[in-house]
């Protein structure tokens, strides 16, 4: 393919792109997702820790969807997982954007 056929499609430089993107967002959502429950888990402990309930951190890790149901946290943990996505989301959206006025 010489330059002027590669010239004539310029989708495929962005249908790359885009596809490029695909591994780089899915890390950023599972290390974006690892770092709210550390943080959960992490206030978890800190509350626990001086009381008859103590828990070390791998614990609270471990049993984080268990200690969200009986401590009733786990709706404020959905819903602070999903204002975590919405902000990615719009990150990219406006990476995207102004990508596209460039």
């Known amino acids: 393919m010489d330059e002027t056929e590669r010239n ?5 430089g962005i ?3 885009l596809i490029g993107t695909i591994p780089g967002v899915i890390v ?3 290390a974006g997702t690892f770092g709210v429950h550390l943080a959960w888990a992490g206030q978890i402990h800190n509350a626990l820790k001086d ?3 103590a828990l070390s951190l791998g614990e609270c890790i471990a049993r984080l969807y268990e200690l969200l149901g009986l401590l009733e946290l786990r709706g404020k943990f959905v819903g602070s997982v999903l204002k975590g996505y919405l902000f990615s989301a719009l990150g990219g959206f406006g990476i995207f954007a102004k990508a596209a006025k460039s």
Request: cysteine-free.
């Open 8 to 12: 004539d499609i310029p989708w495929l």
């Open 15 to 17: 249908l790359g792109a």
């Open 28 to 30: 950023w959502a599972i």
């Open 51 to 53: 009381t008859e309930y």
